[in-house]
């Protein structure tokens, strides 16, 4: 009984299956924790959404931004964009049995037996656990509810870009998306930017990689994240960083949080399985 995390799939199904294989992954018993961004700018998300889907309970879910552009556009509050490609989902005959699937995945998950929190892009600084699953929590419970359509219309946009304990309403869940799902760069009081999205180094005068912030309240976790290929996959203590940019053409990363060290295995964007990373 293994426990597998995998970085940002977005639509690129023949690596996934490749990485799989390589893994000797048993649905009867083994389990896939996946960091969001399963769907768009690759050729096959259907195909991503319903192999997932159809692992069941073996499958751990967490919701990236590509993921809620899809909700949103299903919803018809945003259009898509031009290199989009989750029109094969909207178009798909089981798409409300995916889409329906797709919106109750939690947004931040916690293994306290692992010893693992799983998210899609960080934690802003001044969250500490409870924290983050209280406002994680305020806004899976908004897009598994009645104002789901209403909160997709409203959820873009970076506006607030600090947190504060007296948000509320929209202001509140669109800050909690954004940070659980967006974030990269932030300044040291946790000021969230989105304007870079370079690798840490490239950024601007007063920013820092969210995890290099000083003092930061989630400092005790080892948190595992994706959304920023520019990064790579990257390990620091409680850091796991699994986005390896595949729908770039780079590769597919996966490590097994079950083992010691949690040891990692890659597979390239196209042709077959390389050899463990």
Same mark, same amino acid.
């Given at each position: 009984?293994?426990?597998?995390?995998?970085?940002?799939i977005?639509g690129?199904?023949?690596?996934?299956?490749?990485?799989?294989?390589?893994?000797?992954?048993?649905?009867?018993?083994?389990?896939l924790?996946?960091v969001?961004?399963?769907?768009?700018?690759?050729?096959?998300?259907?195909?991503?959404?319903?192999?997932?889907h159809?692992?069941?309970?073996?499958?751990?879910?967490?919701?990236?931004?590509?993921?809620?552009?899809?909700?949103?556009?299903?919803?018809?509050?945003?259009?898509?964009?031009?290199?989009?490609?989750?029109?094969?989902?909207?178009?798909?005959?089981?798409?409300?049995?995916?889409l329906?699937?797709?919106?109750?995945?939690?947004?931040?998950?916690?293994?306290?037996?692992?010893?693992?929190t799983?998210?899609?892009?960080?934690?802003?600084?001044?969250?500490?656990?409870?924290?983050?699953?209280?406002?994680?929590?305020?806004?899976?419970?908004?897009?598994?509810?009645?104002?789901c359509?209403?909160?997709?219309?409203?959820?873009?946009?970076?506006?607030?870009?600090?947190?504060?304990?007296?948000?509320?309403?929209?202001?509140?869940?669109?800050f909690?998306?954004?940070?659980?799902?967006?974030?990269?760069f932030c300044?040291?009081?946790?000021?969230?930017?989105?304007?870079?999205?370079?690798?840490?180094?490239?950024?601007?005068?007063?920013?820092?990689?969210?995890?290099?912030?000083?003092?930061?309240?989630?400092? #005790?976790?080892?948190? @595992?994240? %994706?959304?920023?290929a520019a990064?790579?996959?990257?390990? $620091? *203590? =409680?850091?796991? &960083?699994? #986005?390896?940019?595949? @729908?770039? %053409?780079?590769?597919l990363?996966?490590?097994?949080?079950? $083992? *010691? =060290?949690?040891p &990692?295995?890659?597979?390239?964007? @196209?042709?077959?399985?390389?050899?463990?990373?």
């Amino acid at each position: 009984m293994a426990v597998y995390a995998i970085g940002d799939i977005q639509g690129c199904y023949d690596p996934l299956r490749w990485l799989l294989d390589l893994l000797r992954f048993d649905p009867a018993a083994d389990t896939l924790w996946l960091v969001g961004d399963l769907v768009n700018r690759g050729p096959q998300s259907v195909e991503v959404l319903r192999l997932v889907h159809g692992l069941g309970e073996r499958a751990v879910v967490v919701l990236g931004n590509h993921d809620l552009t899809l909700l949103a556009a299903a919803a018809g509050q945003v259009k898509p964009r031009r290199k989009d490609t989750f029109h094969t989902i909207l178009d798909a005959p089981d798409r409300d049995e995916l889409l329906d699937w797709l919106r109750r995945c939690p947004l931040l998950h916690h293994d306290t037996e692992l010893g693992f929190t799983m998210v899609h892009a960080g934690l802003p600084p001044q969250w500490n656990l409870a924290l983050a699953r209280r406002c994680a929590a305020e806004a899976e419970a908004t897009l598994r509810g009645p104002r789901c359509k209403d909160f997709l219309a409203r959820m873009f946009g970076g506006e607030p870009r600090r947190w504060r304990d007296d948000l509320t309403g929209y202001d509140r869940l669109r800050f909690t998306v954004n940070a659980l799902t967006r974030i990269r760069f932030c300044t040291a009081n946790g000021t969230l930017s989105f304007s870079e999205k370079g690798s840490p180094g490239s950024q601007g005068a007063g920013l820092l990689p969210w995890f290099a912030v000083p003092d930061r309240r989630n400092a #005790d976790l080892n948190i @595992v994240f %994706g959304h920023w290929a520019a990064l790579g996959y990257y390990r $620091a *203590p =409680g850091i796991y &960083a699994l #986005d390896s940019g595949c @729908v770039w %053409g780079n590769r597919l990363t996966a490590i097994r949080l079950d $083992a *010691p =060290g949690a040891p &990692a295995w890659s597979v390239p964007a @196209v042709n077959a399985p390389s050899v463990p990373a």
